[in-house]
């Protein structure tokens, strides 16, 4: 079981930035993907942008491209997430999610095993 805790969601005016970050549990010991998902009111949930470890393949959704940038911290064991140029569309609860490392990331919230409890980002225009 990997329990994952975010970090850094707040309030910023557009344009602004903000970073989140994701700790994990415990250290892992085979390869996975860990991505971050966000969900804003009456929306689906869908994936922002996710890692691969080892591999440090990424992910990122079209509207967040040139904008946002996921990274990882491997003495700390953390997946960044560093948003930028924000946009009040942007404004959701933005959950961490992780899974086993296999191909093409997924882009199934159905298909990560582990979330964590999400974290408010509001983007104010």
């Known amino acids: 079981q990997v329990r994952l805790v975010e970090s850094g969601g707040g309030l910023v005016q557009a344009g602004g930035s903000l970073s989140l970050s994701c700790a994990a549990s415990?250290?892992?010991?085979?390869?996975?993907?860990r991505a971050w998902f966000r969900q804003a009111p009456g929306k689906e949930r869908e994936i922002v942008a996710a890692?691969?470890?080892?591999?440090?393949?990424?992910y990122y959704m079209d509207s967040v491209k040139g904008r946002f940038t996921i990274s990882r911290d491997n003495a700390k064991g953390t997946v960044n997430l560093q948003m930028n140029s924000l946009r009040s569309d942007d404004t959701a609860v933005y959950y961490c999610?992780?899974?086993?490392?296999?191909?093409?990331?997924?882009?199934?919230?159905?298909?990560?095993?582990?979330w964590g409890q999400g974290t408010q980002v509001t983007v104010s225009s």
């Open positions: 999610a992780q899974k086993g490392l296999g191909g093409t990331v997924p882009i199934d919230p159905g298909a990560y095993d582990y």
């Open positions: 415990r250290r892992a010991f085979s390869g996975y993907t």
């Open positions: 890692i691969n470890w080892p591999t440090s393949s990424t």
